[in-house]
């Protein structure tokens, strides 16, 4: 019996890869997405190479949206037996605009959230300076209601499925940021640390002999994303500061690929590989955590 694989957030950045690679290795594929087109997208590409995988729409921060994936899933492709939680947002209202305080930041507790919905009204606030004082909390708890909540809710969700039989897997994505206090990103980097908390917490909940689910985690270093290409790449196609700061820490002189992250999720997929391994996060990053960049 082939692996059914469960993606969140499949449809398009490091998903899209992941799901793609998965189909290669004979696994039958579930892409998870809010952006359904994203995920039929993916799929189609998948079939296109021979590979078998369903798209479906679902918002991970919303219960019923989950469970109505799940009864898909299981009527189209089985039991998950390896459930990925790729989704995961970056919000750039939910972010600062400097890497610290400066004497002349705005120190009002002035929110910065746009007056209506309209893409001018975000513009506006895009353009000014957002400092620890005046980032929207209904912003911040977006990012964490996706990144972290999402993460919690599918596996809720899911688990249901894979307690009690062998070799089931549940590996999070978590990031540098849960290790490092990354700059301009409060939201982003908390969120992410919650995930890698979470992941050990739920490793010791569910990989006892009655659960017998392993939960692991993949903490990728610095690959370049939608999410964070205005971070790392200027308008004009030069890099930033921050790439070079980043390249500066990290041994192997580059960004990763995407396709470099496979593997590790591919280890924790394969209980023949990872089967006494639980409660673990695989840092995929050039090295970047074991330079202190000195």
């Known amino acids: 019996m082939k692996q059914v694989v469960v993606m969140t957030g499949a449809g ?3 998903g899209s890869t992941f799901a793609k690679e998965f189909a290669k290795k004979g696994k039958q594929v579930a892409v998870l997405d809010f952006n ?4 039929e997208k993916t799929v189609e590409e998948i079939r296109k190479a021979g590979g078998t995988a369903i798209a479906v729409k679902c918002n991970v921060t919303d219960k019923a949206s989950l469970e109505k994936a799940r009864e898909t ?3 189209e492709l089985g039991k998950c037996n390896v459930l990925i939680n790729c989704a995961g947002i970056q919000d750039p209202l939910a972010k600062t605009t400097k890497e610290a305080y400066c004497k ?3 120190k009002e507790t002035v929110v ?3 007056k209506d919905g309209t893409k001018e009204a975000y513009d506006e606030i895009l353009a000014k300076d957002r400092t620890l004082f005046n980032i929207d909390a209904e912003r911040l708890l977006k990012v964490m209601n996706v990144n972290w909540l999402g993460t919690v809710m599918t596996c809720q969700v899911f688990a249901v499925d894979m307690v009690g039989t062998e070799g089931n897997s549940i590996i999070n994505i978590t990031s540098m940021a849960a290790y490092d206090a990354l700059t301009m990103v409060p939201a982003y980097a908390s969120s992410k640390a919650a995930v890698d908390m979470f992941t050990r917490w739920l490793s010791n909940y569910l990989s006892n002999e009655y659960g017998k689910v392993r939960v692991n985690a993949v903490a990728p270093g610095y690959f ?17 500061q921050r790439y070079y700061n980043v390249i500066h820490r990290t041994p192997m002189g580059r960004l990763g690929d995407t396709k470099e992250l496979v593997g590790a999720l591919l280890f924790f997929a394969e209980p023949e590989m990872s089967g006494y391994i639980t409660g673990q996060v695989i840092a995929v990053d050039g ?5 202190p960049g000195i």
């Open 224 to 240: 370049l994303t939608p999410l964070n290409h205005d971070m790392y790449v200027n308008s004009d196609g030069t890099y930033t």
């Open 112 to 114: 910065a959230k746009p």
């Open 287 to 291: 090295g970047f955590l074991s330079c």
């Open 12 to 14: 398009g950045g490091l």
């Open 73 to 75: 899933v299981r009527k």
């Open 36 to 39: 359904l087109e994203a995920a």
């Open 104 to 106: 002349d930041d705005e």
